[in-house]
C-alpha cells in the first residue's frame, strides 16, 4: 500500500496520525479526528516541501511546511485494519506487508462562505476518518481514505453567499493523486445519467 498526503491539515506524529480544524472560538465550529499507528511500524524518512515544489522520495506525498523531515509507514509494510477497542470501532495501522497498488490518501477540501461535504455519488473509495468544521467564513473538510487504482473521493462544495454548487472528484491511477473531475453538481449529474443511458435499450428516431 502507497502512502500519500494531499492539500491535507492531517500531521503524522508520535502515536499517528492526527487531524484538528478550529475555525473560530464558537461551539461547534471544530473537528479532531485521530489514525493511531501500532509500535513497529516500519518508518520511512520523507523530505516534505510545498505540494508545488513536489516531495524528495514521495511523489505527492506533502505534509509539514518549511521542508522538515518527518518519518511516515513505510509504503509496503504497513496495513490498515478495524479493530474494537471498549465497545467502539478502531482504525488501525499495523505492521504487515501491503504490497498493492492501493494508497492511503490523507486529503482535504474547503469552500468560501459555504459548506464542504462528501459527495458520496462521485465516492468509490473507503473513506475512514472525517474531520468536518465550519464558520460564517469557511467549511473545511478532511478525510482519510483508501482509494484502488480507478477509485475516486468527491467533495460538493456549496455557498449560498457565492451561488455555487460544485463538485470535485479526485483519482488514484496507482502512481498519482489527481483532480478528474471539476464541475457544478447538476452538469456532473447529468453527465452521469447520459452515460448510464448511453449504455440502456436504443431506439433510433
Known sequence: MK???KRTQWQFGPGGFSCKLVLGQREGKHGEQFI????GVPLGEYSLTSESDGTT?????????????????????????????????VILVRPGSDNTDRVLLFIGDCSARGD????????????????KAENEKEGRIEVAVILSP????????RSEHYCTDNVAIYGWDGTKVQ??????????????????????KVEVM
Open 36 to 39: 493511531p499507528v501500532a509500535s
Open 57 to 89: 522520495g514521495s511523489p505527492d506525498l506533502c505534509q509539514n511546511p518549511g521542508g522538515r523531515t518527518a518519518r511516515m509507514p513505510k509504503e509496503g509494510e504497513f496495513q490498515v485494519v478495524k479493530t474494537s477497542k471498549e465497545g467502539r470501532e
Open 150 to 157: 480507478g477509485q475516486t473521493i468527491a467533495f460538493n462544495r
Open 116 to 131: 464542504v461535504r462528501i459527495y458520496e455519488p462521485g465516492t468509490t473509495g473507503t473513506v475512514l476518518a472525517v474531520c
Open 3 to 5: 502512502l500519500r498526503m
Open 179 to 200: 483532480l478528474v473531475t471539476l464541475a457544478t453538481r447538476k452538469e456532473w449529474e447529468l453527465r452521469q445519467s447520459t452515460d448510464q443511458l448511453a449504455g440502456g
